[in-house]
């Protein structure tokens, strides 16, 4: 399902658009600076019957996203460039197990499968100067040796290799990739 499928369904169950939701936003004053987005979820869930994920999609319409490319690029500026051609290539090998897309944030890179329903992430991929730290929903293994539990660090992936080197890209951490993608 496309993210306008999926505000196509928030309309058919409340009759509203992203446009009115966020006139009605307006109104109520939750988008001056300063309101968190979690108040605007919890308006969202207690006025309109929205599920977490429903309500999510419509908050995410309310703000303006820099493109892709600049968040792209901001992921790699400075020291962090370093690590463009390593990620490149680890992209080239995810994209062997079938379409690999990328949704970059602010903070780090998903690598997502499409899928018939919601595209389904099974990766990502976050820079600093010094290391190249790559995230993986695995769930169900144990961590062990490089693969270590994610922990507080995301809570969208299971498991974290901390990569130092280009040549630690490797076939252990493509096996893992690898599981993680079928798994979806």
């Known amino acids: 399902m496309t993210f306008q499928a999926y505000l196509d369904t928030i309309k058919e169950k409340t009759g509203l658009g992203p446009s009115e939701f966020r006139e009605l936003a307006s109104a109520k004053g939750l988008l001056e600076p300063g309101v968190k987005t979690g108040a605007i979820l919890a308006w969202l869930r207690a006025e309109f019957g929205l599920g977490s994920g429903h309500a999510m999609a419509i908050a995410a319409t309310f703000t303006e996203r820099a493109p892709d490319a600049d968040r792209i690029e901001k992921q790699f500026s400075g020291a962090k460039n370093r690590w463009r051609p390593t990620f490149e290539a680890l992209l080239?090998?995810?994209?062997?197990?079938?379409?690999?897309?990328?949704?970059?944030?602010?903070?780090?890179?998903?690598?997502?499968?499409?899928?018939?329903?919601?595209?389904?992430?099974?990766?990502?991929?976050?820079?600093?100067?010094?290391?190249?730290?790559?995230?993986?929903?695995?769930?169900?293994?144990?961590?062990?040796?490089?693969?270590?539990?994610?922990?507080?660090?995301?809570?969208?992936?299971t498991h974290r290799v901390r990569i130092t080197d280009p040549a630690q890209v490797d076939a252990e951490l493509v096996g893992w990739l690898r599981r993680a993608y079928d798994a979806i």
């Open 92 to 157: 080239a090998v995810t994209n062997t197990f079938g379409v690999t897309n990328i949704a970059p944030t602010d903070t780090y890179i998903s690598l997502v499968k499409p899928t018939t329903k919601l595209p389904a992430k099974f990766a990502i991929v976050a820079f600093t100067a010094d290391r190249m730290d790559v995230g993986i929903k695995l769930k169900g293994v144990e961590p062990a040796g490089r693969l270590a539990a994610a922990g507080s660090w995301n809570a969208m992936v």
